[in-house]
């Protein structure tokens, strides 16, 4: 059956006209049901209804930005990884928002940390909640940015207010590389970045101990070096992971320094040593005065599965 002109009409300045789509079906289906009256506009209703929901819904996932569509479905329960299963189950019930709590997903890579963010998020889509996913990396991008153009409550209203803000997490390359640009904007001291692609992953605290290390030896570039420019760069050969940090400022005796970090003085060098000894790596500083600095640190990697050359499949 085909709908008349004027009922279209009718339905379109209603904003009904989505009906028209199963309408001929509906009514076919009312007449060989014999549905009263009453019950065949509730039925044409309901379809409706589910077409807006659907429709809500796929805007409410696009302006998430999820990478791919993951759901607690399909998360694997079967992988050889610990954690509270149980509790993770409870989160999917949403009663977090409700408690206006915060829920943070910890633990190695590869273990599905983002699946499970991305999958809660998927949740509160479906519950009707407006969410947005974003690498940090990206967010404090976008902030840092805002502060340029004058636009930072605009951008902060942004990432607020959704119902759901999911951040993802750095990666040892974002981090360094907002560390960078961060330490560019307040010294002036230009840095070279020679690092894994975003993909290539090492275990958590591997990572964030050479972070850490990044940072304590930009401090030391900024308060002493006197330097123009820094170059960082990483490498992995034969299972161990290299750092090296080479600036092109005053240079110092490396004896003396030495002697003195182990009193416990400015440099920060014996705080590094600390942390490479911890994984049984080697820490090396090469320079002259007048001639500049080179880091050089090697830590050995435990075994091939312990650098995870993926990123974790859609945290």
Not at 188 to 200: N, Q, S
Not at 272 to 300: D, Q
Request: glycine share 6%; aromatic share 6%.
């Amino acid at each position: 059956m085909e709908s008349k002109q004027s009922l279209k009409s009718v339905l379109k300045r209603l904003r009904l006209s989505g009906i028209l789509s199963t309408l001929p079906e509906r009514v076919a289906y009312a007449r060989k049901a014999k549905l009263e009256m009453q019950d065949f506009l509730e039925l044409v209703l309901q379809d409706e209804i589910d077409r807006r929901e659907q429709s809500n819904l796929r805007v409410r996932l696009q302006k998430a930005r999820f990478t791919e569509e993951q759901t607690l479905e399909g998360f694997d329960w079967d992988a050889p990884i610990t954690f509270d299963r149980d509790r993770v189950r409870q989160l999917f019930s949403l009663a977090f928002l409700e408690a206006h709590e915060d829920v943070i997903f910890m633990g190695p890579v590869g273990v599905g940390k983002t699946h499970l963010a991305a999958a809660l998020g998927h949740a509160a889509c479906r519950s009707g909640r407006d969410v947005l996913m974003i690498r940090a990396d990206l967010l404090l991008r976008e902030l840092l940015q805002s502060r340029a153009d004058h636009t930072t409550s605009k951008t902060m209203r942004k990432f607020i207010s959704p119902d759901l803000l999911i951040l993802d997490d750095f990666g040892l390359r974002a981090a360094i590389d907002v560390h960078a640009n961060n330490f560019e904007r307040r010294t002036g001291v230009a840095v070279d970045l020679h690092l894994p692609p975003e993909d290539v992953r090492f275990g958590s605290f591997l990572e964030t101990t050479i972070y850490r290390i990044v940072q304590e030896l930009l401090t030391n570039v900024a308060k002493h070096a006197g330097a123009t420019r820094v170059t960082i760069q990483t490498l992995v050969r034969n299972n161990v992971l290299a750092l090296t940090v080479q600036d092109n400022g005053k240079g110092f005796d490396v004896k003396r320094s030495l002697l003195a970090s182990a009193r416990q003085t400015h440099h920060g060098l014996r705080n590094i040593r600390e942390r490479v000894e911890f994984f049984g790596g080697v820490f090396r500083v090469e320079s002259v005065p007048g001639g500049g600095t080179e880091v050089l640190i090697e830590l050995p990697l435990e075994d091939k599965t312990a650098m995870a050359t993926r990123k974790e499949k859609p945290l």
